[in-house]
Structure formats: structure tokens, C-alpha cells
């Protein structure tokens, strides 16, 4: 009988405490869904800088999103504490593919300031129109904005070819404002992709600059069929390179040739058809 009743009190001990624990996690849940709601740790205004193409309204509001709603049906996700800065940073960078980086910060205990840094333009991802459209008299292509990694974040927005400065950027072959770049095999969807790797294509654009620096302008690096490269100059003149190209070699030959007396210097070269370059120090050069 003693043995019973002291069994029986054991589980009332038990039972007491796991009451006691469940009540006072109970209270404590309470408390921090209490102390998470107030005004004064929740965020209720958010502020955009820096954002100059995109929408600051339309950033705004896909923050505000992630900012609604609780976790567990309890503690606010615009708690100052536990707002998901990560997701909306990933959300973004996904849905706006021009916007290069994303910083967030509290501006008070009220305000979240993001920080937008857009993508610069180095260049112009290309493909040839279906349905051709003229501008001065020069076809223009299907184009879209690369960064100077060779991402591809932005289409040029062809309804406005009639304008002064959408001349100045399309017709590369009178304003080579930007190179233009060409795939053997266009992408379906080009925003969001990379031509080429990062470092190639930044060896691409110091190629380029140095041959500006000779005096001739690059309008465009075409992919061939046999999938090396040939690089398109103002006057008509081409260059032939190699996909694997070692281009301070092939500057270094570029600079032998115009230098050349008998080659008539820049302006003689000019009126070259090609120089094929991919044969390290020989080079095959055709005058038209």
C-alpha cells in the first residue's frame, strides 16, 4: 500500500511539473509575441537608395512583401530583430537582373533602408532581327546591355531607334559607343545569361581598348563557325583570332604590322580586308 501511494505521488510530482513547464513556455511564448508585436521593434516604412532604371515603388513593394505575415502565426516577420534580410536580398537580385548588389540596413528602429548598385554597360550582347529595322539607313540588331563581366542584365529597347541617343548607341558602325558581341547560337532568353566567362571577357575589352589606342575603334568580336573569333574595325577592316588567343601576342603582332612601312601605318590598314592572327608571329593579311 505504501508502495502505491508513493507511486501515485511520483506522478503527481510528474504531472505537476510538465504542467508548470508547459504553462510558463506557454507565458513566454506569450511575452516575445507580445514584445516582437510593439511598434517600436517592428519595421513599418521601408526607403530605396540608389536605385536609378528600376522602380524604386516596385523595390519597395517586393521588400514590403517579405516584411508581412508572421513566423509561426506568431512573432512578426518585420520584427527589427528577425526581419529576412538574406530572402530579400536573394528576391531582389532575382527579379531584377540590372541590379548588380543589394545592401540593407536599419535607418532607425522604424525604417529599413535598401541599397541599390546598378550594372554598368560595357558592351552589347547582339542577334540579328527577324524582321529588320533601319535607322539612317543601317539595319540594327535584336541587342541587350552586358556588364563588364559579361553578364547579360538588360534588353535595348528598340522603340526608341529614332532617337539621338539610341542612334548613338546602336549604330556602332558610325558611334562605336559600345562593342557589340555575337554567339554562333543566340540565347533564347539572353537576360540572365554570360557570354563567355568573366576574365575572357574582360580580356576582350582590354584587347579592344588597346587597339583603340592605335587608333582604330572595334565595333564588334563575331563567333565563326569554326568557333574562333573575328573582330570587326571601323572602315571595314577585320581581325582573325583565335578562340584560346593569347591577345598581348596578338597586339604585339597588330603593332609590327602597322608599323610596318609598307603597310601604309593605321590609315593603310584601314583599307585591309583581314589579318589573320592565329598563327602566332605569322600573319596572313588580305588588302581589299
Not at 574582360?202 to 564588334?220: D, H, M, Q, W, Y
Request: charged share 25%; proline share 4%; with cysteine.
Amino acid at each position: 500500500m505504501k508502495s502505491a501511494r508513493l507511486k501515485e505521488r511520483r506522478r503527481k510530482i510528474v504531472v505537476g511539473k510538465i504542467f508548470i513547464t508547459v504553462f510558463c513556455v506557454a507565458g513566454l511564448w506569450s511575452l516575445i509575441f507580445w514584445l516582437s508585436g510593439l511598434p517600436s521593434v517592428t519595421i513599418s516604412g521601408v526607403e530605396i537608395s540608389g536605385a536609378v532604371s528600376e522602380s524604386a515603388s516596385v523595390v519597395a513593394s517586393t521588400t514590403e512583401s517579405f516584411l508581412s505575415g508572421k513566423y509561426f502565426y506568431t512573432v512578426p516577420r518585420s520584427n527589427i530583430l528577425l526581419y529576412p534580410r538574406t530572402s530579400i536580398e536573394k528576391e531582389i537580385l532575382k527579379l531584377f537582373p540590372r541590379v548588380k548588389k543589394v545592401g540593407i540596413r536599419l535607418k532607425d528602429l522604424r525604417t529599413l533602408v535598401v541599397q541599390i548598385s546598378e550594372r554598368e554597360p560595357a558592351g552589347l550582347w547582339c542577334k540579328p532581327l527577324v524582321v529588320p529595322i533601319t535607322l539612317l539607313d543601317e539595319k540594327l540588331d535584336d541587342c541587350y546591355f552586358l556588364d563588364d563581366s559579361g553578364y547579360i542584365f538588360h534588353r535595348l529597347d528598340l522603340s526608341s531607334a529614332t532617337s539621338t541617343d539610341a542612334a548613338n548607341i546602336m549604330l556602332s558602325s558610325r558611334y562605336p559607343v559600345y562593342i557589340k558581341f555575337y554567339s554562333l547560337v543566340p540565347f533564347e532568353k539572353p537576360v540572365g545569361e554570360s557570354y563567355e566567362t568573366p576574365e575572357r571577357f574582360r580580356s576582350f575589352l582590354e584587347f579592344a581598348k588597346n587597339i583603340n589606342s592605335l587608333g582604330l575603334n572595334v565595333l564588334a568580336f563575331r563567333e565563326r563557325e569554326d568557333a574562333d573569333f573575328d573582330i570587326d574595325l571601323v572602315g571595314g577592316a577585320r581581325l582573325i583570332v583565335g578562340r584560346d588567343a593569347v591577345f598581348s601576342s596578338v597586339f604585339s603582332n597588330l603593332q609590327a604590322i602597322i608599323s610596318d612601312q609598307d603597310s601604309g601605318g593605321v590609315e593603310g590598314f584601314k583599307k585591309a580586308d583581314y589579318a589573320d592572327m592565329r598563327f602566332g608571329n605569322k600573319v596572313f593579311y588580305k588588302r581589299r
